[in-house]
């Protein structure tokens, strides 16, 4: 175990590192761990122990390295933010004069992801999942290429290699949310959809309590409302208002009161931070209302978290969703449930499997559910990826506040380009928003939809299609958000209209072909100013009768295949 940690420790020379504070004293961990779960009761001192290191300074010189790549742009050419090459770019400065205290970021364009300019990409699609630092993954690999990790379901030496790893990584998620480790409990997840199926699947739903959404919800939350089926709760949902699709807060209040009078425990309430169609970010302080009407509190924060800060302590919810990959754009496939310790007994998981007892007899029916997290993570954990999470929690920590100055730069931006283009013919808007036309509470997605000059709907399909073809990336559809769509698209036929196991071509032939969705581009942490600008210029191109008359000539009428 000391040669694996040595080797890893000398390899500081290219950034890899193992930091040996004593939080992270690989001896120390063994020791601890052999004697909790050994039978007799030795504890060994460590007479000799290493220098004393601050994990934090260390995690801080890795994430800074993280932006000190010599990569060097190339393929095709865009303006340095930071050096006005146009009257264009200098005019956007006069209106956004903050915009120069981003300038951290256009360092880790040209760094971290220069891959974007070398491979002429314009990628606009960070609310389906965030680009990852190039260094991360690489600081990640040879991690793993130089080290040997096992399975940390044991205490033998290479478990107990990956359990160092585990255990801080559990820590920085808590640090990084602002959770009491006293308060929370960190269960792993394979993303934040798992997540919220974990909560559905244990929650004590019955007859007695209520499920309680909004129309703003991700049909990962929508699908919750099964499990409260089956066990005979009621569900409900709060609508949003027409003009901005925001929460109706006196209808949800009242809903709260409502169903909470009389009762300690009327249920369950699931708040979305940030819807992932209109960007709305709701007043986080209905959580905490519910909280006071008796209410657990799941707060879905997959869309929140990349670009905004989070304070458990603040808003103590009873359980958050999060997905890394939407975070920092690396790993995929891992997740987590921050779950308040003092709810936890509550949930009954329908099953147990490996890692979440601590015994089973057969063939009597006896078992022990293990305790803590280890309760609700089925089988063994994507352990190999935590250091990865701990590099990425540091490296998103280092540029929030310039991160979340840009994104609302840019989104207002976006949003008054695309509110004046207008068709020269007959001064009809091109692009409707769904959702806030501010920057008032919301977040950098952005949804719309766009007309022609007599307000003939384009088909976002073929908005998507010549996107591709320009090598920008967008979404469209009904982004798995059906409730949001419909009121953003002021269409609540098309929910009026679907039947159970209805498919995608009969929805499409119900309305003879006449379905126009949305298209969302969304703002994260590697756009800039240019990027958005090429989007614009995209949009512009709708305005052209010409170029717009061949983009209908090229359309195929069969690339339907999905709505979400």
């Avoid at 359990?163 to 960190?186: C, H, K, M, S, W």
């Avoid at 209109?278 to 990349?306: E, F, I, M, N, Q």
């Avoid at 990425?392 to 989104?411: A, E, M, N, W, Y």
Wanted: with cysteine; net charge neutral; aromatic share 10%.
């Amino acid at each position: 175990m000391l040669s694996l940690v040595n080797h890893i420790r000398r390899k500081n020379s290219v950034n890899v590192f193992l930091p040996a504070d004593s939080e992270l004293d690989v001896e120390k961990h063994a020791r601890k761990i052999r004697a909790s779960k050994s039978l007799g009761d030795i504890k060994r001192e460590n007479s000799k122990r290493e220098p004393k290191r601050d994990f934090k300074r260390d995690m801080q010189r890795d994430t800074h390295a993280l932006g000190r790549s010599n990569s060097r742009l190339s393929g095709r050419t865009v303006l340095d933010s930071q050096q006005p090459g146009s009257t264009e770019f200098e005019r956007f400065l006069e209106d956004y004069p903050e915009y120069p205290e981003t300038s951290q970021l256009d360092e880790l364009r040209k760094t971290e992801f220069s891959r974007l300019d070398k491979l002429g990409h314009v990628y606009l699609d960070y609310t389906g999942g965030s680009l990852y630092p190039e260094n991360l993954v690489r600081r990640h690999a040879e991690v793993l290429a130089n080290g040997v990790f096992g399975n940390p379901h044991s205490t033998n030496p290479t478990s107990l290699a990956s359990t160092v790893f585990e255990e801080q990584g559990r820590r920085d998620i808590l640090e990084f949310f602002g959770a009491d480790p006293q308060e929370y409990n960190v269960i792993m997840t394979s993303n934040a959809s798992g997540a919220m199926k974990l909560v559905g699947e244990s929650y004590p739903f019955s007859k007695d309590n209520k499920l309680l959404l909004t129309w703003d919800e991700h049909n990962s939350v929508n699908g919750v409302r099964e499990f409260a089926n089956t066990k005979g709760s009621e569900v409900v949902y709060v609508p949003l208002e027409d003009h901005e699709a925001r929460i109706n807060k006196d209808l949800l209040e009242i809903r709260l009161d409502q169903y909470s009078h009389g009762k300690t425990s009327p249920g369950l309430f699931i708040l979305s931070g940030q819807s992932n169609i209109t960007g709305v970010k709701p007043d986080l302080a209905h959580a905490r209302y519910a909280k006071s009407c008796g209410w657990d509190v799941l707060l879905d924060a997959s869309a929140l978290a990349p670009t905004s800060q989070i304070n458990l302590r603040k808003y103590p919810v009873d359980f958050m969703a999060i997905s890394f990959y939407k975070m920092f754009g690396y790993p995929t496939g891992m997740g987590c449930l921050l779950m308040r310790k003092e709810v936890s007994g509550k949930m009954q998981r329908p099953w147990f499997g490996g890692g979440t007892v601590e015994m089973v007899t057969v063939p009597t029916k006896a078992f022990t559910a293990a305790a803590g997290h280890r309760k609700f993570e089925d089988g063994t954990i994507n352990y190999l990826s935590f250091y990865a999470i701990s590099l990425g929690l540091s490296f998103l920590q280092s540029i929030q506040k310039p991160l979340s100055l840009r994104v609302t730069i840019l989104t207002d931006y976006v949003l008054k380009e695309l509110i004046a283009l207008r068709h020269k013919s007959t001064g009809r808007r091109l692009a409707i928003i769904a959702g806030p036309q501010t920057t008032y509470m919301r977040g950098g997605t952005i949804a719309f939809y766009l007309q022609e000059d007599h307000g003939k709907l384009i088909p976002h399909l073929l908005v998507d299609q010549n996107a591709q073809k320009r090598n920008i990336s967008l979404r469209s559809g009904c982004m798995c958000n059906p409730g949001a769509a419909a009121v953003a698209l002021g269409k609540p036929q098309y929910l009026n209209a679907v039947k159970a196991n209805m498919t995608v071509g009969e929805f499409v032939d119900h309305f003879e072909n006449d379905l126009v969705l949305l298209v969302r581009m969304s703002i994260g942490i590697a756009t800039n100013w240019e990027d958005c600008v090429a989007f614009i210029n995209f949009i512009k191109e709708f305005l052209d009768p010409h170029i717009y008359q061949a983009m209908k000539n090229e359309y195929g009428d069969d690339i339907v295949t999905s709505l979400c």
